[in-house]
């Protein structure tokens, strides 16, 4: 914004929809919001640069006063940036431009648990966590447990296309849900079908899932539930290498079991991180499975499961290392497991179908290996995540001592995922699987789409012409 | 500062980069803004330093806006202590003269006048329990109870007849300085401190019983830090001392109660002090059926909305982290909200007192085993 008047007449505005308690301006808050888990901003921080901060943030409570915030910023052509628990790692609610943060954690109830339908429905800014110990008491499961299970939201899930441990057998977010009501960026508020399920044309929903506040502000959403499982089995194996790990994973899905969870760690990373964070020393690739539903049919899929594994020389080792890791799942995420500053690190994840996924892990562990020697960077990848068709590598990379100055580590940063990124799109994948895009991948999507990227950008520019929603990310050009 | 430069520098790293605990942050639950959460703070404490962020009214708010329980440290896998950085940084802030106001006036009336509150030995004796001076056992009973639960501290001395062990109190009993320290007037907790033990050791005691979960805190080493020398006595909080008497067969139980109820674990007493069993063995040797424990318990329970002093600058979040965990009892299906500590008491009748949960009792647990035994 240009002017502190215009400032404050649009802060005063956004008091008159939203009440004077739920908008701020301080400088304190406005920094807290000036981030999230990226880690460009926070190198930029942490070798003390200011980021942008946003130049207000209001806290609406229901649909309506969202869209009036949506006609109030259309009328003075400031971003919106919706926001949930801000636990993303794509940059996907840093205020590049500035603007309002639409912080949407006062919208945080559940509006109904529909027990014959198995669904709930509920406002976007409750707490993944919350919700998940909400629909539990009712003997039900989102069944949705990602590392960010903790501090992210429903409309945070849905938002990015988020993904959790048992996605293999419950879906991606993506797949749970079921309907959604949304707020487009000129204020109207649309409800997209009952079901997802239909022959009345496109879908609708999926053009909103995904979209991560660039299209319209995400204010109540009906998500699938499931029953809780009478058991969950886990059990762990050592693979001599990650090939036959991968082959395990394809035979269990392809022969169409329903494991809930396949996490196949490659040697560096059973190494590093299964060793550091669950304490267990081996060499080789690791894998837990898990199997859960009813008792009987949980022991049937362990019994094939196991099957598959030992034709493949797959050493069991037993269900306790299995049940360590689903207890101390998010362990990984705390400091001082977590990958953070100083070291430099990335998710580069692709996904991809079977016959091309061993090819992309190589490749990849090759140009970050051989291509950044000179920094002392290292690969890493487990595969978390799997389809009856193909697998996500979820794989990293690590430079301990980056550059401390500023503008030449994201030089460096932006070489690596540069060179990652092409090395996935050259072998046939998909750039990201459930971290979204944000401001980190934007500048790649074009490329990954190709021609088809003129239709995306075409439904940026129809439903938001004036380009007020989250601006500068998925890759859309800037209309503001 | 409780955290030495190192520590402070790694948990502002661990903070700062991490949500991890968003869930587990009452205070962030209420609020619901990224700036009052464990990291929100994190980052701007880091902000602060590097010379960022301006130390303003703002980040004053925000730093007092906090509930000290523990639980963030206790939620964490690496066991940061984001609680200690939030009381140092508050410090900073006090020695600067940029506390919120209300947070100095506070600090200050309880500088001017550390023996608030009723008189201990008055109350007693109006109840007809009996002190003696100069005995060796001292019952400290702390602010809360002299001055809002006047009942529990006479069922306290009340369980000392029972188990025929005479106690003195303090004919002038200062404040602890928990209020103090927590709100980072450092200077003033120090003093107090000095006053304290002076007092204490002055009484002729032997051993000490706290009645107070937040002062016995404070005795068993805050008190130490701030430069009160206890010379070495015995500190022991009273649900404890009582567990003890009931297994030695010192206090019997004539006639279990029948209550529905469930019990609240302060914070200093379950994550400080990890004495979960005390409580549980006297509920479990007065009641005539098991208690119910709620969504979150033990070392994991979630704060009566008490903590680190938030209802001096933020009443209204203190009365609403109350009222959820009200709720959580009421969902335990209990009729009867027990807990350990008065300042728990006091807090959590308020909030009852306010409309929340109607019909849910809280009673102080020496308040039932004086029921059960006396």
Known sequence: MSTPLLLDIITNELMDIVGFDDVTTRAA??????????????????????????????YPESAAEVSRVHKLASRHRIPVIPYGGGTGTQGGVVPLYGGIILDMKKMDRILAIDTDSLTVTAQPGINGQVLEWAVNKKGLTLAHYPASEYGA??????????????????????????????????????????????????????????????????????????????????????????RQGLEAGRRMMTRRLHPCTIRLYDASSSERIVKRVLGLEMKGAYMVVGSDGDAESVALEMKQIHRICTELNGKDLGSEPGEHWWKHRYDFYFPPHSLMLPEMFGTIETTATYDKIFGIFQAKKRVIEEGFKDWGASYMAHFSHWFPWGVMVYD?????????????ALQLHTEIWGKAARTSLDHGGVLNDHH????????????????AWAVMQGFKDQLDPLGIMNPGKLGFARRL | ?????????????????????????????????????????GAIIYAVDKGLLPADEGVADILYTSLNDRLIREWCVGHYDHEELVIGERARLF????????????????????????????????????????????????????????????????????????????????????????????????????????????????????????????????????????????????????????????????????????????????????????????????????????????????????????????????????????????EAGAAILVTGCPRCDVTLEGAVASGACPGLRVANLVDLLAEAVC
């Open chain 2, 95 to 330: 020695s600067r003269g940029q506390a919120p106001a209300e947070v100095a006036r506070f600090c200050e009336a309880l500088r001017n006048n550390p023996v608030r509150g009723q008189n201990a030995e008055t109350i007693l004796k109006q109840a007809g329990v009996n002190v003696r001076a100069g005995a060796e056992v001292l019952l400290f009973c702390g602010h809360s109870a002299r001055e809002f639960r006047p009942e529990t501290l006479v069922a306290a001395g009340r369980l000392f007849h029972a188990a025929k062990i005479p106690f003195s109190v303090l004919p002038e009993e200062p404040t602890s300085g928990w209020a103090l320290y927590q709100l980072g007037d450092f200077e003033g907790a120090r003093a107090v401190s000095r006053r304290l033990a002076e007092a204490i050791v002055g009484s002729g005691a032997r051993s000490i019983v706290v009645l107070d979960a937040d002062a016995y805190r404070m005795l068993m080493g805050r008190t130490g830090r701030f430069g009160g020398d206890l010379k070495g006595l015995p500190v022991q909080h009273i649900l404890r001392a009582a567990a003890d008497w009931l297994r030695s067969g010192t206090l019997r139980v004539p006639v279990k109660l029948d209550y529905e109820a469930t019990y609240h674990d302060p914070c200093v007493l379950a994550r400080d002090f990890e004495d979960l069993e005390s409580p549980r063995f006297i509920l479990q040797s007065i009641l005539s059926r098991p208690i119910t424990e709620m969504a979150t318990s033990g070392k994991l329970a979630n704060c009566c909305g008490a903590g680190g002093m938030l209802a001096v600058h933020r009443p209204d979040i203190s009365e609403k982290v109350a009222c959820m965990r009200l709720e959580e009892a009421r």
């Open chain 1, 436 to 451: 979204g895009i944000g401001f980190k991948l934007g500048w790649l999507m074009p490329e990954q789409y190709g021609r």
């Open chain 1, 153 to 242: 939201t429903l409309g945070g899930y849905v938002a990015a296309r988020g993904s959790g441990t048992l996605s293999t057998k419950y879906g991606k977010a993506e797949d749970m849900v079921l309907r959604m009501e949304v707020v487009l960026a000129d204020g109207e508020i649309i409800r997209t079908l009952p079901v997802p399920s239909h022959a009345c044309g496109p879908g609708l929903l999926p053009v909103f899932v995904g979209s991560e506040g660039t299209l319209g502000t995400i204010t109540e959403v009906t998500m699938r539930l499931d029953p809780m499982p009478e058991v969950r089995r886990f059990n762990a194996y050592l693979f001599e290498d990650v």
């Open chain 1, 29 to 58: 808050e406005r920094f807290a919001y000036s981030m999230d888990y990226y880690l460009v901003p926070q190198i930029w921080l942490d070798r003390g640069r200011h980021l942008q901060p946003p130049d207000v943030i209001v």
């Open chain 2, 1 to 41: 500062m409780f955290l030495t430069e190192k520590e402070r520098e790694e948990t502002i790293w661990a903070c700062r980069f991490c949500m991890m605990c968003h869930v587990a942050d009452r205070v962030g639950q209420v609020v619901r803004r990224e700036s009052y959460t464990p990291r929100g703070r």
């Open chain 1, 396 to 408: 990293r990379f690590l430079i301990t001592k980056p550059p401390q100055d500023p503008q030449e």
